[in-house]
């Protein structure tokens, strides 16, 4: 087995990064990234692996747009937050929780950890593992010092390419960190990924069977109770059992009493004792569940994070007529989460967890109107939640998600801009060595600018279903483009010419040269 064995990536792309002076302490190593076309050969690998030329990167998600075969987190140092990474320590939580995942170094002495599956699976199956993981490491997946995870989205649309993640043993560094903080070889990481390689399905058993991961996706409060009850600590054991015991009902079904014996054995310290399990918590349960009791609990309200919990898969979004004043929804539903582009502040999507499933929204419009909001909701997940519903109870209900929506910067490429941007570059690729030949097709370079024929350039739009036609003058504008009419020798007819300056960019030869990347690379 061979470093390229262990990942399988898009084949369209990969990532560059320039090798540069080993970065200060607490500080992100900086220095220049891009994308290839193609894929990359032997010859490039084994240049990595020694060190020599510029780092690869990869995207994960395959060619389908839809499934991966490996993922992985992002533990960035960050100076205000965390200006150090204990490798050592957090390959020893991984081992203790005995996960089959790797950690490595990254190029800023920050941390990769790497999840290899034997089998492709859908990449929202490898993104909820790694969310998962995150939280169990008490690692922020939302906010300003938010944890990257690879791939950063379940899927890519026709016209994206996503963000790629540098690939380690560059040179011999960015090794892998045993629990004993011992750096492996390449030779011994290569053993490792053969060992913990699982199916999805075995590897989401192993998950489920650490109670760290299980109960990092249930209310905040019960994670941190769960962490009181290792030690014989004061926690009043029957209140919290009666609390996890909803959440077990949630995700377990008809299981639930056996994994809350099981939980109450080899968790509490010291167990409640059985019989009394079985007399006080599965008999009320049996006769009726009532869902969390949040603040109106002894227990929980001093942990209670109701932003947090209603994130979390299994957090009070699942009894969300208990957990909002707003009045009945007839529905499970998450937080909203608005995407904004910095350098398009007219632009915003969203995107809401519904049924347990990620709904984008590309205006407010679609969430504001029932009716729209259940097209949406049935064309991405089949789930058509219904639309009688009280006007005032609606939008309540949507004042209520705005209010409280989380930010966030889109991914450069994910934006009409940025979608533009990528496509603008793709059509680059056409150089065309003769100024009167881009009347036909393609694009003539010179001292720093791009010239070529908008209605070409509109076609090459259409073809590769770029969906904002109608403003995709005004972006290109926003890019830096200017148009003016011009005529070309032997041609009576005025043609209405681009031109946009390259910054660093450079005329492709047709395999393996530099395309512009605006998402850059961990």
């Known amino acids: 087995m061979q470093l390229w064995d262990i990942y399988p990536a898009w ?17 992100k190593a900086e220095g220049e990234r891009g994308t290839h076309t193609g894929t990359p050969s032997k010859a490039l690998w084994e240049a990595h692996i020694q060190g020599k030329g510029n780092g690869l990167g990869l995207f994960p998600i395959l060619d389908d747009g839809e499934s991966c075969q490996w993922g992985a987190i992002d533990i960035d140092v960050k100076p205000s937050y965390r200006p150090v990474v204990d490798h050592a320590k957090i390959a020893a939580q991984l081992h203790a929780m005995k996960l089959p995942v790797i950690l490595t170094k990254s190029k800023s002495d920050g941390a990769h950890i790497w999840l290899f599956l034997s089998e492709v699976t859908p990449a929202a199956n490898m993104r909820r593992l790694l969310t998962a993981l995150c939280t169990a490491l008490n690692l922020p997946t939302a906010g300003p ?11 890519r649309k026709t016209g994206e390419q996503g963000n790629w993640i540098n690939i380690p043993y560059y040179g011999g560094t960015r090794r892998a960190v045993a629990p004993t903080g011992v750096e492996l070889s390449l030779g011994d990481f290569l053993d490792q990924v053969k060992y913990f390689r699982r199916t999805y399905a075995e590897v989401n058993n192993v998950f489920r069977s650490s ?16 962490e009181a009850a290792r030690e014989e600590s004061g926690v009043e054991r029957n209140k919290f059992l009666f609390e996890v015991a909803h959440y077990f009902i949630a995700l377990y079904g008809d299981d639930w009493k056996e994994r809350m014996l099981d939980y109450n054995r080899h968790h509490l310290n010291p167990p ?81 967890i519904v049924e347990g499933n990620t709904i984008p929204f590309e205006n407010e419009a679609q969430l504001q109107d029932p009716k729209m909001f259940q097209q949406q909701c049935f064309k991405h997940s089949r789930i058509a939640p219904s639309r009688m519903i009280k006007l005032d109870v609606w939008d309540a209900f949507v004042r209520d998600r705005f209010m409280n929506k989380i930010e966030r910067d889109i991914d450069p490429g994910s934006s009409p801009l940025g979608m533009l941007e990528t496509l603008l570059f793709d059509y680059f690729e056409r150089t065309n060595d003769d100024l ?45 483009g200017l148009t003016s009419k011009q005529k070309f020798d032997k041609s009576k007819r005025e043609y209405n010419v681009c031109r946009i300056p390259i910054g660093d960019y450079k005329p492709a030869a047709p395999q393996g040269q530099d395309v512009h990347d605006p998402a850059g690379g961990a």
Request: glycine fraction near 6%; aromatic fraction near 14%.
């Open 436 to 480: 009167n030949g881009i009347i036909i097709d393609g694009v003539y370079i010179e001292a720093g600018f791009a010239m070529f024929v908008w209605d070409n350039f509109y076609k090459f739009l259409r073809t590769n279903n770029y969906v904002h036609m109608p403003k995709a003058r005004i972006y290109f504008e926003r890019l830096g």
């Open 211 to 226: 109670w760290d991961i299980v109960m990092s996706e249930g209310p905040v409060c019960l994670s941190a109770l769960h």
């Open 272 to 352: 409640l004792p059985e019989e009394e399990l079985q007399q006080s918590i599965f008999l009320s349960k049996s006769k009726k569940d009532i869902g969390y009791s949040c603040k109106k609990s002894s227990v929980c309200a001093l942990h209670c994070n109701e932003a947090v919990c209603r994130l979390r898969p299994y957090g009070i979004a699942i009894d969300s007529e208990q957990s909002s004043k707003i009045g009945k929804i007839p529905f499970e539903y998450g937080s909203l989460f608005q995407y904004r582009d910095p350098r398009d502040t007219a632009y915003s999507r969203y995107e809401l």
């Open 11 to 27: 084949s369209k792309r990969y990532g560059w990064y320039a090798a540069t002076p080993k970065p200060q302490p607490g500080k």
């Open 145 to 155: 010092y938010a944890t990257e995870i690879f791939p950063k989205h379940d899927s």
